[in-house]
């Protein structure tokens, strides 16, 4: 089996204005002896700016959101179509916030992933079950209706990642235990691999959820997981550069 290429990426949420471009230069600086692929996924305005200081770097840029159409009347959207023309390589899609707060469906996701693969953006897929969810016992059941709704059959030979984010540890500090993440991944592993059969084995499967330099080595090298989503501590180079090095 090819074990896949391991992804780190920072999700900077509505966090950063130019100012913070000098932290994107620190990561790439850093990032120079990266053991993966190190991305960073601002906020949509700072894409053309990072795109142009980290040209030549091995750090990758990536979008938040994109809409599921290239091009409307959607006042206050960013299309797939326009990340790629900002210069992104990437695209974070139904991530938990969207989800909740904007009542993205898997089936909007989906949508959101095909116009992403449209307009040559590798998407990283975040699914992930609440609080409640993994109390009643549902988490494996929740997270594999999400996977195989969200991830439309044009992924298949295509370059993506899913994130498994669960929602009780995004920016709480809590995380799940080594087996709870194990068991979780493995899971999408099986999903996958049902999805777009053997092929499918180099897809990295990222966990997202309160992933600090402390805690980083533990989770990046538990059994399936192919990387990791960074929210809070990918704000700052040090604390970026802290998991990335943890690889
Ligand atoms: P966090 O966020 O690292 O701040 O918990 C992760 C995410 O939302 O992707």
């Known amino acids: 089996m090819t074990a896949p290429k391991p992804l780190i990426a920072g999700n900077w949420k509505m966090n950063g204005l130019r100012a913070s471009l000098a932290e994107a230069r620190a990561i790439a600086e850093g990032a120079r002896t990266a053991k993966g692929r190190v991305a960073i996924c601002p906020p949509a305005l700072l894409i053309p700016l990072m795109c142009e200081m980290l040209s030549g770097t ?74 409640d969810q993994r109390n009643a016992g549902d988490a494996l059941a929740v997270v594999t209706e999400q996977v195989r709704a969200s991830l439309p059959p044009e992924l298949a030979g295509q370059a993506f990642s899913v994130a498994y984010e669960p929602v009780w540890a995004i920016g ?64 700052k180079a040090e604390d970026f550069l802290g998991i990335v090095n943890a690889l």
């Open 58 to 131: 091995n750090v990758l840029v990536g979008g938040q959101d994109a809409h599921w159409e290239a091009a409307g009347a959607f006042t206050g959207d960013v299309s797939a179509q326009m990340l790629k023309d900002a210069g992104a390589q990437l695209v974070i899609l139904g991530h938990s916030e969207r989800r909740a707060a904007y009542r993205e469906t898997d089936a909007i996701v989906a949508r959101k992933v095909q116009a992403a693969l449209a307009a040559g953006l590798e998407p990283i897929v975040c699914v992930g079950e609440t609080l």
């Open 172 to 235: 709480t500090g809590l995380t799940p235990t080594t087996a709870e993440i194990e068991q979780m991944h493995r899971q999408v592993r099986a999903t996958l691999t049902t999805m777009f059969g053997a092929a499918s084995e180099t897809v990295p499967i990222l966990y997202g959820g309160s992933v600090k330099p402390p805690n980083a080595a533990g989770i990046l090298h538990a059994a399936e997981v192919g990387g990791a989503l960074v929210g809070g501590a990918s704000l």
